[in-house]
């Protein structure tokens, strides 16, 4: 039971990448799929998340109009389109996994209860 995250690299700022969390023995119904990222030295926080069921999505202020978080049913995988990267956008990417987690909530990385191992983006200047 496991998330796997991955499409991390290295990039010039204003490039893009995309990251893909997918999921093996693990369900996404009934679920939020969240990316969080943390930067060296910084907290983790939160960056975009999906509901699974009706495709509400949010997102942080500083990736919005940059960043697009979407999910494919079939493939039951999560992708994080990521737009005119800065530098400051370098960091450990994580997805997860929250069951039932209410709208309000959707941004706090304690109500998710399945996490991926986390991968590198640097975006250089």
């Known amino acids: 039971v496991q998330l796997q995250a991955f499409g991390g690299g290295l990039v010039q700022a204003g490039g893009y990448l995309r990251l893909s969390c997918a999921a093996s023995?693990?369900?996404?119904?009934?679920?939020?799929v969240g990316w969080f990222r943390q930067a060296p030295g910084k907290e983790r926080e939160f960056v975009a998340a999906?509901?699974?069921?009706?495709?509400?999505?949010r997102y942080a202020d500083d990736v919005k109009g940059r960043f697009t978080i979407s999910r494919d049913n079939a493939r039951n995988t999560v992708y994080l389109q990521m737009m005119s990267l800065k530098p400051e956008d370098t960091a450990v990417y994580y997805c997860?996994?929250?069951?039932?987690?209410?709208?309000?909530?959707?941004?706090?990385?304690?109500?998710?209860?399945?996490w991926g191992q986390g991968t590198l983006v640097t975006v250089s200047s």
């Open positions: 997860a996994r929250g069951r039932s987690v209410a709208y309000y909530a959707i941004s706090r990385n304690d109500v998710y209860d399945a």
């Open positions: 999906i509901r699974w069921g009706d495709g509400t999505t």
């Open positions: 023995g693990l369900s996404f119904s009934n679920s939020v």
